[in-house]
């Protein structure tokens, strides 16, 4: 059993940073596919960004303003948030799958951003932007 502990939500002005941070405890964190997803009010549950050892990937929406990492020594999956905007508002949600999960389009494979390829999630963190 996974545990995933997610901190670092709050409130911004729009064009500020945020970082969230997911703490956890799987000791097959490292080779394992993870990723951030959110969830606004009425809305749908999105993938935001996802990690696999050596890639990356990100939802269109993010694309140059959020950064994934990882810190495999600390088990610590982390999402920078940069110039956000009010539609960044949401509860955002670290997720773990039990292995690597890919997608390949035309060639090139990814880290899924699928939220059913992920069998562990975190209670989330509030991230609030103000115009």
């Known amino acids: 059993q996974v545990q995933l502990v997610e901190s670092g939500g709050g409130s911004v002005q729009a064009g500020e940073s945020l970082n969230v941070s997911c703490q956890a405890s799987?000791?097959?964190?490292?080779?394992?596919?993870m990723g951030w997803f959110r969830q606004a009010p009425g809305k749908e549950r999105e993938g935001v960004a996802s990690?696999?050892?050596?890639?990356?990937r990100y939802a269109d929406g993010v694309k140059g303003r959020f950064i994934i990492s990882r810190d495999n020594a600390k088990r610590i999956l982390y999402l920078q948030m940069n110039s956000l905007k009010p539609e960044d508002t949401a509860m955002y949600y670290c997720?773990?799958?039990?292995?690597?999960?890919?997608?390949?389009?035309?060639?090139?494979?990814?880290?899924?951003?699928?939220?059913?390829?992920?069998?562990?999630w975190g209670q989330g963190t509030q991230v609030t932007v103000s115009s």
């Open positions: 799987a000791d097959t964190y490292g080779r394992n596919t």
């Open positions: 997720a773990a799958a039990s292995g690597l999960r890919t997608e390949c389009r035309g060639g090139s494979c990814f880290p899924s951003l699928k939220g059913t390829d992920f069998d562990y």
């Open positions: 990690i696999s050892p050596g890639n990356t």
